[in-house]
């Protein structure tokens, strides 16, 4: 990965592991053994969580994504000197409205945490986080606004 985590620290080895994961894209035993496997020689490697969150959240396994997304946030606050809770976000705070690797990674994260929460039961806190991303991204460049009016019609989640 290039950018603002070019330098990030990075556990030897994980990079490794994971492409065993993009090379198993169509097979997601062996794509989940490689992120399990860099998760379990570097479980705080940002390179390894993103994996986890990306890997969970796209095959629909929302409860084991959304840690992962959580860790993801927590940890691009820190990158990005910002609040650690996100409620305590505002605009200005960080270039969200730019195309900056860490903004974006940070919206799409809790993005994500907020609608695994919303999906699985938790919905009034998942929608206050998916309405903090369309607060922060005035260009909606992550479909918040549209998320929210759907997490936001009543309806049931994937636990009820």
């Known amino acids: ?13 994980v990079l490794a592991l994971l492409e065993g994961a993009r090379r198993a894209r169509t097979d997601p035993v062996a794509a989940e053994s490689a992120v399990k496997d860099a998760l379990a020689v570097a479980p705080d490697d940002f ?3 993103l994996a986890a969150y ?3 959240f796209y095959n629909h396994r ?8 959580a860790f993801l946030v927590s940890l ?12 305590d976000l505002s605009p200005g705070d960080a270039a969200f409205e ?3 690797e860490a903004p974006s990674l940070y919206l799409q994260a809790l993005l994500a945490w907020g609608y695994c929460k919303a999906r699985l039961g938790e919905r009034a806190e998942g929608a206050q986080a998916i309405a903090k991303v369309a607060a922060l991204d005035p260009r909606d460049r992550f479909g918040a606004r549209r998320l929210l009016a759907v997490v ?3 309806g049931p989640s ?3």
Do not use: C, I, Q
């Open 1 to 13: 990965m290039t950018g603002v985590f070019a330098d990030a620290d990075e556990t030897p080895g």
């Open 47 to 49: 390179f390894a969580r």
């Open 54 to 56: 990306k890997f969970y």
């Open 62 to 69: 929302l409860a084991e994504a959304m840690p992962h997304a």
């Open 76 to 87: 691009l606050a820190r990158r990005l000197n910002v609040a650690g809770d996100w409620r």
């Open 98 to 100: 730019e195309l900056e």
């Open 152 to 154: 936001s019609k009543s």
């Open 158 to 160: 994937e636990e009820e």
